[in-house]
């Protein structure tokens, strides 16, 4: 008997549960991928700038978890596995760059020396004397990010140092974020009995390595896409499922029915809750408690010559008087695009602002130019441009949040399970990582 799966949601949470799956359930079992976009990928997007692929989504990956590499040694992609060309970023902050931080765990610092510059001197010696302060931690605790840092080294750690990176990760701030997920190896040490912030972090640091932290895929994820589009050979309904039926059927906004064994969700949270609500009401209730921010890209490409510093790019403090939270000079970052152009973009959007959903493209576009100039301190000619919007596509995982996921994936009654990046992790790797768990919780056997 051939078995039948249906996916819903076609971005690399639900591609890669794809792949997993034909290789748990075997060339017999029929895999059908509900997805309303006009491409798969969701925020996996590439698309031409100044004659040149670009990623207008993600773009990158951290290579500290192993799923990326892994994947595409899989798929045979390795050879197109890009590192970095070393250059660091700068953060904006006061009206000027600097570099930044080092000896950091996302921003917060293990000694005052790593901010000495950014920060000024009454925040260099609250760090210092951290140490000498009283400390009580209670292990297993989850406080927001500022919670803990603004007390222990003050509130420009957390708006120049820790809400760039944050900024960057979850379009989110240390407000928002729990400690557990944005630092999880200083909310060990903490557990472990380290007796203050300084020595959480120190004992929390990476081993020091000059090993590369992100890589990207050359000609852009479209490329990882379009492989796991053709190792699952899924058949793609370009539709939006709208009901979900214990047993199960599924039906689409095109008022067609479809029956399947299992069903993976592979959807942003919101819509998950909105599916499940009958079915799964612990579970939809818990993914109805994750909220998400919106971003915009505007990407750019730009005369090969523009005078840019030698830089990956440059991360906004909080606060400042800009509209862009991050810019990245992608050719810098990767090497150079070729095509006699520079490739950068701009993000736009942060969690609690509507700039991405409000903002028209002439907009985003005009608040492009006049922040580069602010930053670089010269106008840029713009040789092309494309405007990317993200709407809630970026969860936030507030405190608590591990203990959410647990009730969401409790609440699941069997054969139906759920992949996405308000689970393990908001990064591609984290997505990919969540999908291999979505379809092992499945317990496929190979039809034979
Ligand atoms: C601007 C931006 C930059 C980022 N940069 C990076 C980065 O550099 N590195 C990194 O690791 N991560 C990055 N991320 C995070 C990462 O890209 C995402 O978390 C990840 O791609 C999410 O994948 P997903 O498949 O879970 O969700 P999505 O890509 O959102 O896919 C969900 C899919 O579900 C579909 N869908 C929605 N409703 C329905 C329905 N009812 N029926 C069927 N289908 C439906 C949608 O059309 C969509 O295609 C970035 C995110 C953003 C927004």
Redesign the pocket.
Known sequence: MTTSFCI?????????AAYRLRLAAGDDARITL????DR?????RTEEVGGQPM????????LRRPE?PALLAELGLSDLQRTPTGVRPLIYSAGTTHPLPTGTVMGIPASAESVAGLVDEETVARISSEPARPFSWKPGSDPTVAELVADRFGEQVVSRSVDPLLS??Y?GSAATIGLRAAVPSVAAALDRGAANLTQAVRQGMPPASNAPI?G?VAGGYQVLVDELVSRSRVHWVR????ALQPGWELR??TGSRWDADAVVL???AA?MA??VGDVAPGAAAAAGRVVSA????VALAVPADTPFPQCSGVLVASGEPLHAKAVTLSSRKWGGAGGGVQLLRL?FGRFGDDLACRASDDELLTWARADLAEIFGFAVDVADARV?R?ID???QYGPGHAELVAELRAGLPPGLTV????LDG??????VG??GRAIEALGVEVAR
């Open positions: 819903v949601g076609g971005g690399i949470s639900g591609l890669a509900f997805d309303p976009a798969l990928g969701g925020i996996l990623d207008v989504g993600a773009e990158a990956f951290v990326m960057g990760v379009a992100f990207a539709a939006a499922v709208s689409d906004d592979a959807l942003p819509r909105h599916l919106s971003s915009a890209v993000s990317q993200w596509a970026m969860p992949a996405g990046s308000y908001i990064g591609v790797p984290a997505c969540a999908a």
